[in-house]
């Protein structure tokens, strides 16, 4: 595979052609902001198959010894926590990381210099005001400005956040949260929800920078993404299930929470790239399910695993699922997987990866976990 830490706009240029190249039916280079995070290793997994090629930027691609012979010359990569993105199918001849901050503007417009496309997928994961909210509008401005720059980006692909859409305590129960809904930030802000305040503002931001600068910006908001890891490590989305198996969490939350697969999340991201007819905002969502529901349905796929069954408010009335519309994504052609299929495949991911021991017999079928849905008019309402 070849391994370019991009220092230079000529070290960029000196692969991007030759790999496009390779592709006649495609031809297409784009930029993946944060390629080896949750949600973006699977985009690029995506993007490789289907003929991209594909910068990358990573935060250190590596420390790397070229050897050149008469015929070969050799890159020898030391850096695990990419180690999954080399592996992909395409990699070796379409995958290019770029060594970028996203505070870094200068590196950022190296990395997307010559891409046609710019999937923005990097951002700040914390709770902690400042390293959230300033990093995450700064970070997308640059993303923004340096697609403007660049000359030859015809779309910007922003993953946002559900964190954005629906915090709301106005909202009433019988509305159905769509892309018309924003998360007020008062509220987000009086409750010390600092990463749903920095996801509204950067999109908030995104929007404004691209009205200025001209570019044509989608975004995709997803919920709580699920499914397997390409990565070698958990992130805070899989951390959500995986505490119900462990042993960690002795009982769950009264509180209900919405789910996608990050297959569908990928697949997302490209659709509303590729379509000519995608344009604003793509909630991202295939269910919404009470916590109880989340562990009964660990317990029957995994009954070996301590799963809670106790809840940990067993004094107010049980919250009750919102309704909401992915009907944008689904006139996309989407087909999202069902959630019971997606927290099985999480829990098999998490032991192949060795999160999580295999214990005793398991459950083979995940269509056994139990699901309902009740199409209305086109808006999928969850139950």
């Known amino acids: ?70 015929h070969t010359t050799h890159i020898y990569d030391y850096d695990a926590k990419n180690a999954h993105l080399k592996a992909l ?90 892309e018309s809904c924003w998360s007020d930030l008062d509220f987000c802000k009086k409750t010390r929800n600092w990463y749903c305040v920095g996801k509204a503002v950067a999109e908030q931001a995104a929007w404004d920078a691209a009205r200025q600068r001209g570019v044509d910006l989608v975004v995709v908001n997803p919920v709580l993404v699920v499914g397997p890891l390409l990565q070698p490590t958990v992130n805070a989305s899989i951390a959500h299930i995986l505490k119900y198996l462990d042993g960690s969490a002795r009982t769950f939350a009264n509180a209900v929470q919405a789910y996608v697969d990050v297959r569908d999340v990928a697949d997302a991201h490209l659709r509303v790239f590729e379509s000519p007819r995608a344009s604003g905002r793509h909630l991202c969502a295939e269910r919404v399910l009470h916590r109880e529901d989340v562990v009964r349905i660990l317990a029957k796929l995994f009954p070996e695993y301590p799963v809670p069954t106790k809840c940990s408010d067993e004094v107010n009335p049980r919250k009750r699922p919102y309704k909401f519309s992915n009907q944008k994504l689904r006139d996309l052609g989407l087909e999202f997987r069902p959630v019971s299929q997606s ?24 269509e056994e976990a139990p699901a309902a849905e009740v199409p209305q008019g086109g808006i999928a309402i969850r139950a």
């Open 89 to 178: 199918d395409g990699a070796a001849e379409r995958l290019i990381l770029c060594k970028a901050d996203l505070l870094d503007y200068d590196a950022i417009c190296r990395a997307v210099q010559g891409c046609h496309g710019v999937f923005h997928t990097a951002s700040p994961v914390t709770d902690d005001p400042e390293q959230m909210v300033e990093p995450a509008v700064r970070g997308t401005e640059y993303v923004i400005n340096a697609a403007a720059e660049a000359g030859t980006v015809r779309r910007v692909v922003f993953t946002s956040s559900i964190g954005a859409v629906t915090m709301d305590p106005s909202r009433g129960p019988n509305v159905v949260v769509d």
């Open 343 to 366: 927290l099985y495949d999480t829990v098999k991911s998490l032991q192949e990866k060795g999160h999580l021991p295999v214990l005793g017999e398991q459950t083979t079928e995940a």
């Open 1 to 70: 595979m070849t391994v370019v830490d991009v220092v230079s706009a000529d070290a960029g240029a000196a692969v991007a052609p030759a790999a496009a190249a390779a592709q006649p039916g495609n031809g297409q280079t784009v930029c993946v902001t944060g390629a080896a995070g949750y949600i973006a290793s699977w985009l690029v997994k995506l993007l490789l198959e289907k003929g991209y090629t594909v910068k990358g930027t990573v935060r250190n691609p590596g420390m790397y010894t070229c050897c050149t012979d008469a």
